[in-house]
């Protein structure tokens, strides 16, 4: 049975965090993995995406210049770097993997999913 878990998430008076999603179980690869947050009250959002296959990435426009996503060698884990972290970072964060195909930001090609890993942000 593959999964994606999430781990890194915490409390944190501002300043730096960095999430990890680990992929296990899996018989094939994805061609694209991200990261998405959903806020109290708030819909579900993608923060960032990356194409696994030649390394591209996509940031909403709310963590441009303050977060990082990257891959390691193996494409078996998944990481957020999340820098100059604020209020409105604060929310559930997910990892997730398209395994045929996804379009930039586009959340609807993402079909395998994690459970999560709270972040929040205190002033």
């Known amino acids: 049975q593959g999964q994606l878990r999430e781990s890194g998430g915490g409390s944190v008076p501002g300043g730096s965090l960095r999430l990890s999603c680990s992929v296990s179980g899996y018989s094939y690869d994805f061609a694209c993995m991200g990261w998405f947050r959903q806020a109290p009250g708030k819909g579900r959002e993608t923060v960032a995406v990356?194409?696994?296959?030649?390394?591209?990435?996509y940031y909403a426009d709310a963590v441009k210049g303050r977060f990082a996503i990257s891959q390691d060698n193996t494409k078996k884990s998944l990481f957020l770097e999340m820098n100059g972290l604020k209020q409105e970072d604060t929310a559930m964060y997910y990892c997730?993997?398209?395994?045929?195909?996804?379009?930039?930001?586009?959340?609807?090609?993402?079909?395998?999913w994690g459970q999560g890993t709270q972040v929040t942000v205190s002033t």
């Open positions: 997730a993997a398209a395994r045929l195909t996804c379009r930039e930001l586009e959340m609807r090609f993402f079909d395998h």
């Open positions: 990356i194409y696994t296959g030649y390394g591209d990435t």
